[in-house]
């Protein structure tokens, strides 16, 4: 029936907009002015998940880290759906800035953006763009580790699509999408997608629905384009990791009981790029996200008492409303961009348990405003390049308790130069500061509800901003066959606020403040297309960091030292075999250096059958079936818990592309 329905939807878009001819010869598109190119001095990748082989519905966070050095990831479940978490040269998600066509998707309170929000995302974009380090200038939440940008589709190509996985643990994708091409000035793209799995480890089930839309009207001086993203789930429950006693007793031990979760959130966007003169151009922006939502938590269970039956709640409503303008003026030798951003949020928090009833409701409020310059100059082969800007935040608390409201004040200057040393290469170096505030869970040490001290003050934990100064080095060469990305890097930072490994008393991650740290480390990004059956691809990536506090040097918790990525690909006629291989050394897990997750190999590999419009693939991961960790944490004693990815596993797809 849903199958029906999804096919019942599309039938009607696809003939409304396939009436008309194309009335457009050349489309302007439209250009994120965060978007990186080969001239600015910024280590960046692009990737297409719609050339991906392994895009086949698993969450963002893994195809990541299986395409851009230094990323890891691991999921709650053990499996590929449901919540999976990313890190950066070791860097959590809440330090990387997300957008959508400039649009900002991180959550202001707590600063992170989580793609299993949005179930089958990336099956609606064909450009993404990571930013390693500082970056250019972003809208919302600083790009203190990097930064993500998601660029909706061109509508340019007509595609009408239907595919489904199955694989292990009863794992189950099903969509559709349309995109119409241009005609009469017009365009849309249309996804529906549904997941399911029942999880690697028991009680751990995911069930997900989203939407994507995206249309434009597309005017000779002028483009308008419209996205809505919404995404539907409910999950039980897998965050709290196991023993290595229980692993070996059981691989599948979930350390959660019987807790749930369910959420629905969306994002829309209204964008308007108009072309001032030949020189110069504003493009506009305006967008909303509406979060509501809310996850059982067993105290019990997660201290090591036994039952009672208590069960508690935490309810989650925020509404976020921003907006950017961007002017851009280009001359003979170069450009000036400037821009400003605002965004008002505020975030609606309810505690209850199950047989009291409401315990308490309170509500956060954060806004921020920025504004920005930079300049490109280009002299001969050389391109200099500066990025100034200033940004402005608050938090503001409504509870049962009163507090003053937090501001911070960021000027975060960027410079850079590019030398191109022909149309195939070039050298870059970029120095830049950004500073960041903490978020809500380190203020509040993680409460949901502000708390009184033994001393009956208000237990609050980091309300300092902390800054990184980071020092990029880079070298590109790109031609038909050969595509070849290194770079070397220095973040040095103050007051870095970092994962200890411990948790709060509703389940969330807790951070430390430490005075000195710095990150370090060489990436390299490879691919090589050795005629048209083989190509050779690889991303690896060195990291070493330390943290010095107090006199005493240690390795910050979650950040291996090599990472390696090798792909495979083999293409006769219809036929497409890939295999690839990922090694990542082994990472402590809590501050005293004592505890680690060792390194793993595993090996995965797929094949592609293309049969007129219908396409068969087949996948099978871990093929070794190694026992491995992505993630782990230690308790107040000591004792290690783990978070075990899944074992040898298959998956089958099959697509049928209608035009």
């Known amino acids: 029936m849903k199958k029906l329905i999804l096919l019942a939807t599309f039938i009607p878009i696809s003939y409304l907009f396939s009436q008309e001819k194309d009335s457009i010869r050349d489309i302007q598109e ?75 998707m991180n959550e202001p309170e707590d600063q992170g953006s989580y793609f299993s929000n949005y179930p089958d995302i990336f099956n609606s974009f064909d450009k993404i763009q990571i930013q390693k380090g500082v970056g250019l200038s972003k809208n919302g939440t600083a790009s203190y580790g990097g930064s993500i940008q998601l660029f909706s589709p061109d509508l340019k190509e007509k595609n009408l699509e239907f595919g489904a996985n199955y694989g292990a643990y009863n794992s189950l994708r099903v969509y559709g999408k349309y995109t119409s091409g241009i005609k009469n000035e017009m365009g849309i793209h249309v996804r529906l997608s549904e997941i399911y799995s029942d999880g690697y480890k ?45 692993i070996d007793k059981d691989p599948r031990t979930n350390g959660n009981r019987d807790e749930k979760d369910r959420f629905f959130q969306t994002f829309l966007q209204v964008l308007n790029q108009t072309k001032l003169s030949e020189s110069s151009s504003l493009q506009s922006s305006i967008h909303y996200t509406h979060l509501n939502g809310n996850y059982d938590f067993n105290w019990n269970n997660f201290i090591g008492l036994p039952e009672n039956g208590e069960i508690y709640n935490y309810a989650f409503n925020s509404n976020f ?140 934990g980091t309300v300092t901003p902390e800054y990184v100064t980071d020092y990029e ?76 506090e107090e006199n005493v040097s240690f390795s910050p918790v979650l950040t291996p030292k090599f990472i390696v990525n090798q792909e495979v690909n083999y293409t006769l006629k219809n036929l497409t075999i890939n295999v690839t291989s990922r090694f990542q050394d082994s990472s402590y897990m809590d501050f005293s250096n004592t505890a680690k997750l060792p390194s793993y190999v595993i090996l995965n590999s797929g094949v592609l059958y293309d049969w007129n419009q219908w396409q068969i693939g087949f996948f099978v991961n871990n093929i070794t079936d190694r026992r491995y960790y992505n993630y782990g944490y230690t308790e107040a004693d000591g004792t290690g818990k783990y978070f075990i990815q899944m074992p040898r596993n298959y998956m089958a797809s099959l697509k049928f592309k209608v035009f």
Do not use: C
């Not at 479940?77 to 809440?94: E, L, P, V, W």
């Not at 070039?426 to 500073?435: C, E, K």
């Open 202 to 246: 028991y009680n751990s089930s995911n069930h997900g629905q989203s939407a994507f839309i995206s249309g434009g009207i597309f005017k000779e001086k002028s483009i308008w384009k419209f996205n809505a993203l919404m995404g539907n789930q409910r999950n039980e429950l897998a965050w709290l990791g196991v023993t290595q006693e229980q």
């Open 321 to 460: 409303l921003g907006f950017y303008t961007n002017f851009q003026n280009k001359f003979k030798n170069g450009k000036i961009v400037a821009g400003i951003n605002g965004n008002v949020y505020h975030r609606n928090h309810t505690g209850s348990e199950i047989s009291l009833g409401e315990l308490y409701r309170n509500t956060g409020y954060k806004n921020d405003v920025s504004v920005f310059a930079q300049g490109e100059f280009k002299v001969g082969k050389w391109v200099f390049s500066g990025d100034i800007q200033y940004r402005f935040a608050d938090f503001r608390y409504k509870g049962d308790l009163e507090m003053n409201k937090l501001e911070w004040n960021f000027f975060n200057p960027k410079v850079g130069v590019n030398y191109l040393i022909d149309n195939h290469s070039n050298v870059f170096f970029s120095l830049g500061r950004v500073g960041r505030e903490p978020t809500r869970n380190d203020i509040f040490m993680g409460n949901d509800n502000l708390m009184l001290d033994e001393n009956n003050q208000l237990a609050l």
């Open 473 to 548: 080095l880079g070298y590109r060469f790109n031609k038909q066959k050969i595509k070849l990305e290194f770079n070397v890097f220095y973040m040095d930072f103050k007051d870095e606020i970092v994962l200890n490994g411990n948790f709060g008393p509703n389940g969330l991650a807790l951070t430390n403040k430490v005075d000195k740290s710095y990150r370090l480390g060489a990436e390299v990004s490879f691919n090589y297309q050795i005629n048209e059956h083989w190509n050779l691809k690889n991303n690896s990536s060195f990291v070493y960091s330390r943290i010095k």
């Open 30 to 104: 439209v250009v994120i002015q965060s978007e990186a190119g080969r001239l600015q001095a910024v280590n960046f990748h692009n990737i297409n998940p719609a050339k991906s082989i392994r895009n086949v519905g698993k969450e963002p966070s893994f195809l990541l880290s299986e395409s851009v050095p230094s990323v890891t990831a691991y999921s709650d479940t053990g499996g590929n759906n449901g919540y999976s978490y990313y890190r950066i040269r070791g860097i959590d998600q809440t330090r990387i800035n997300v957008s959508m066509d400039g649009a900002s």
